[in-house]
């Protein structure tokens, strides 16, 4: 299809591991993004992978690219409660021509 | 370094006015695009400047438009605002086509 896909809600336990998908679209996208956005303000880039890539760790965050199957996913190890918000998986199509196409967003809550 | 700077950051405004917003971009970067957000439609790309030149826009009426400035600021105007039109919206800056960071947002209110 023609959208990013993204799971609506996360809910995971303070100290676990929170994974969350995301389907993109275009086999010849360049680059793939995380952003993370908490209530009433903009996006926070966390973290981008280059297409020929398949997996970046940044701390706590560690992305994983299936290219075959178009899946990215991103893992925030020891989640906390500060890591609830709503991330946004974004892909930038080949030749950049429309900016960022973004999912819908992934809602993660954190239990205490 | 100093982040993305959108004003202003709220906004209301009645039916059929006019409205404009401004993004500063990080300094040295000559990439400007711009984004709606709205909870139905989710975030959808408006248009990209670069070094003053429009060089994609989305898919949206001529009502909404833009430029950049020799100093890398942009705006974004709208005309004719219609109560659709409220949303959040964000300014990215880029170095090249790789990091996009955004700024805070100006959210759009129309009455």
């Known amino acids: 299809g023609e959208d990013v896909e993204q799971s609506l809600f996360l809910s995971v336990r303070e100290g676990d591991s929170s994974v969350i998908n995301c389907t993109y679209t275009?086999?010849?996208?360049?680059?793939l993004y995380w952003y993370k956005q908490e209530p009433g303000a903009g996006l926070q880039l966390l973290t981008y992978i280059f297409s020929n890539m398949d997996m970046k760790q940044d701390q706590r965050l560690t992305v994983l690219l299936n290219k075959k199957d178009k899946h990215l996913s991103l893992r925030i190890a020891d989640t906390q409660t500060g890591d609830s918000a709503i991330y946004f998986c974004?892909?930038?199509?080949?030749?950049?021509?429309?900016?960022?196409?973004f999912g819908k967003g992934t809602h993660l809550i954190i239990q205490p | 370094k100093a982040g993305v700077t959108q004003t202003p950051r709220y906004l209301i405004k009645t039916r059929g006015q006019q409205v404009t917003l401004s993004c500063s971009p990080i300094?040295?970067?000559?990439?400007v695009s711009w984004y709606q957000q709205t909870p139905g439609q989710g975030l959808q790309f408006l248009f990209e400047?670069?070094?003053?030149?429009?060089?994609n826009k989305g898919n949206f009426p001529g009502r909404f438009s833009g430029r950049q400035f020799s100093n890398s600021r942009s705006e974004m105007n709208v005309s004719t605002l219609e109560l659709g039109d409220s949303a959040l919206y964000l300014c990215a800056s880029s170095l090249a086509n790789r990091e996009a960071f955004f700024g805070q947002g100006t959210r759009l209110t129309v009455v």
């Open positions: 974004a892909e930038r199509r080949g030749g950049g021509a429309d900016g960022l196409t």
């Open positions: 400047y670069f070094s003053e030149t429009q060089r």
């Open positions: 300094s040295g970067h000559r990439s």
């Open positions: 275009d086999s010849s996208s360049t680059y």
